[in-house]
């Protein structure tokens, strides 16, 4: 298995919900991280969790809460979110933590109205 | 010094030509510099990569180009297809600190 499944592929939310999105792996890969990319832009790392714990936290509000249940595993908790967070939300996954290699999800397409 | 320079933002190609990208770093820690190419609705993928010991490396039609004293590197596509239409970005990291810093993107459209 070389992929990086993320579900849901599409979410549309109001800005009182809550949810979450899911990011799996099955490669060994022992780093993962949370990606946002806005149309025409690069993504922005957004969170890295190497070994499971979180390594890098690139000030993203509270409104996003990321977790990392195990090592195959990543969730993107979502409440309270505003119209300008719609965006694509990335998951990837490397051997360890350090750029090499990356493996990218197809990503959640995120509307929030 | 994180930052890496991508050139040009859009490129308009026709089938069979040559695709040309540009990019350009500052921090000489950087000691991978990979390519992704995506497309519409799809996460990037890594197209090919690089590390600064080597000058050229190539994987079928995709070849990069690297600089190390102009610290720069390129992405040539021979034989472009209307296939490669796609928004491709460079990126640089080192060894440590988990962070993959991009480029700003090229889209690529190969008319036919």
């Known amino acids: 298995d070389t992929e990086v499944t993320q579900t849901p592929k599409h979410l549309v939310m109001g800005m009182t919900n809550k949810k979450s999105l899911k990011c799996e792996q099955h490669m060994g890969h022992r780093a993962m991280y949370w990606y946002k990319q806005k149309a025409k832009k690069p993504p922005e790392l957004m969170f890295v969790y190497s070994y499971e714990k979180l390594s890098i936290n690139e000030s993203v509000p509270s409104r996003f809460s990321p977790e990392c249940p195990n090592s195959s595993l990543l969730n993107l908790h979502l409440h309270a979110l505003q119209p300008e967070d719609s965006a694509l939300y990335l998951c990837?996954?490397?051997?360890?933590?350090?750029?090499?290699?990356?493996?990218f999800g197809s990503g959640t397409r995120l509307t929030v109205v | 010094q994180q930052q890496v320079k991508q050139s040009p933002q859009s490129l308009i190609v026709q089938k069979g030509g040559i695709s040309i990208i540009n990019c350009a770093y500052e921090n000489t820690a950087f000691d991978y510099f990979p390519w992704y190419q995506q497309f519409p609705g799809k996460g990037p993928a890594l197209l090919i990569a690089i590390r600064p010991d080597v000058s050229e490396k190539k994987e079928g039609r995709f070849t990069i180009s690297f600089n190390k004293s102009a610290k720069q590197f390129s992405l040539h596509i021979m034989d472009s297809q209307p296939g490669d239409s796609a928004t491709y970005f460079c990126a640089a990291s080192y060894n440590q600190g988990g962070k993959l810093i991009f480029g700003q993107g090229t889209e690529l459209s190969v008319k036919p």
């Open positions: 990837a996954s490397s051997l360890r933590d350090g750029g090499y290699g990356y493996t």
